[in-house]
């Protein structure tokens, strides 16, 4: 018996000392960017009549100011046209986006499909970075956009990963 085992082993270790490692390619996040073009939906019927409830949590960095007073708004949608708009999420009287703090917001909105893009837009002279944004609806998965940087001001600043995504012309 001792035999067979001492061959299993030398088998298992010849094998393994033969494996090819395997490389692990770690691919870079991808970054914010600014959005100079970006316009909020003012023309595109949004799902008329019916409402739906998102829950988005924003994490301040650590490395952010204390405190931000300035005015931040969130618009976030999909690949069909059908966009959520918040104008303003800050109350600094209620310490929002205070240094490594998570808020949490109940927005209502028109219903859209999977959440494919999300910018953050900022006005005001304190500075502000989140760490990230996480977007929670009823009927699709949460999406989460990793800034780990300061917006800038008075520019549409985010993501947009609904490039691969095809119109389609049911939501027209």
Known sequence: MKPLTLILTLCIVAAISQATPIAIV????????????????????QNQGSTCTYTVTIKTSCSSPSYTRDR??????DAYGYQVYVPRLDDPRSGTFERCSTDTFEIYGPCTYQICYLYLYRTGYDGWMPEKVTVYTYNYQPVT???NT?????IWYGFDYCRGYLPSTAAV
């Open 72 to 77: 931040i708004s969130l618009a976030f949608g």
């Open 26 to 45: 770690t691919q870079p996040q991808p970054q914010p960017q600014p959005n100079e073009s970006f316009k909020l939906n003012q023309t595109k019927p």
């Open 145 to 147: 956009f990793n800034y």
């Open 150 to 154: 300061y917006i800038p001001s008075g």
